[in-house]
């Protein structure tokens, strides 16, 4: 992933004389052209493998061209595929994405997987946007490259309209509400009985129900493998990132703890 990032910023930044490189992640293209690559996953192979050229076909490109390549990243920036070099799935992201009753929160968290998004979203989730020059250079502070922060900001202000997060006016970034979906029931007349069932066993009164979790959090646990399976150590890091910057999302404190932070500080095991 680290070599497509560099070939991308070499490609846009060739014939500039000195090349700059940015050293905050950000897509090339925006959400929906990312959600186009696992739409065309899921049409094909549901969540098995593909390789570039099928990929490529199957979007109407050339494996070999450069907005291919450039599309590709994005995809894997947003945390929508995942892969080996030229083999590509949809990830636990991409998954939710393309199932309707979850795509609306997979585009938040999608946008949010996104390392400059992420920091923009940071630091003005309070406030509001300043203007598009203004952005810019904030952009640039956060690390991206000078010749790279207006096409980096246009992308942004695309990728967050398209994940919900300008609902409420593109002056500002809201986190997109989720509806917890649950089955309707029909309405049935009360019968006799119902009033003295009613509170039965708690002294006549209602006993409310346990509060519902965040869906993110009920998202993420829904991702979990079976006890006892096969679990990599990679994928594991990446759900405890996940789960890491989902916390930071909707708790109050002190965060930022990532996964290295916390496998270097956990007390060593006997057998370490």
Not at 98 to 103: G, L, R, T
Not at 172 to 179: F, T, Y
Request: net charge neutral; glycine share 8%.
């Amino acid at each position: 992933m680290e070599g497509e990032k560099a070939a991308v910023v070499d490609a846009t930044t060739k014939g500039a004389g000195q090349r700059q490189r940015s050293t905050i992640g950000f897509p090339y293209m925006d959400l929906k052209s990312a959600i186009e690559l696992a739409d065309a996953i899921h049409n094909h192979v549901g969540l098995g493998d593909c390789d570039d050229d099928q990929l490529a076909a199957w979007t109407n490109q050339s494996p070999k061209s450069s907005t291919f390549r450039v599309q590709i990243y994005a995809a894997r920036m947003f945390g929508i595929i995942e892969g080996d070099g030229s083999k590509h799935k949809l990830s636990e992201i991409g998954r939710a994405i393309v199932d309707p009753k979850q795509v609306r929160e997979a585009k938040a968290r999608a946008f949010l997987a996104v390392p400059l998004y992420k920091a923009v979203y940071d630091k003005y989730r309070s406030g509001v946007l300043p203007p598009a020059a203004a952005l810019s250079r904030d952009m640039v502070a956060l690390g991206v490259s000078e010749k790279q922060k207006d096409r980096a900001r246009v992308v942004f202000e695309h990728s967050a309209e398209q994940s919900g997060f300008f609902e409420h006016g593109k002056t500002r970034l809201v986190m997109p509400g989720v509806a917890t979906h649950t089955e309707a029931t029909p309405d049935l007349p009360p019968t006799p009985n119902d009033e003295g069932k009613k509170g039965a066993g708690n002294g006549g009164n209602d006993t409310p129900p346990p509060p519902a979790r965040h869906p993110f959090i009920d998202g993420l646990l829904q991702t979990l493998p079976e006890p006892e399976s096969d679990w990599p150590a990679a994928a594991r890091a990446k759900w405890l990132q996940t789960a890491a910057n989902i916390f930071d999302l909707i708790y109050k404190g002190d965060g930022g703890i990532t996964v290295s932070t916390a496998m270097a500080n956990r007390s060593p095991r006997p057998n370490e």
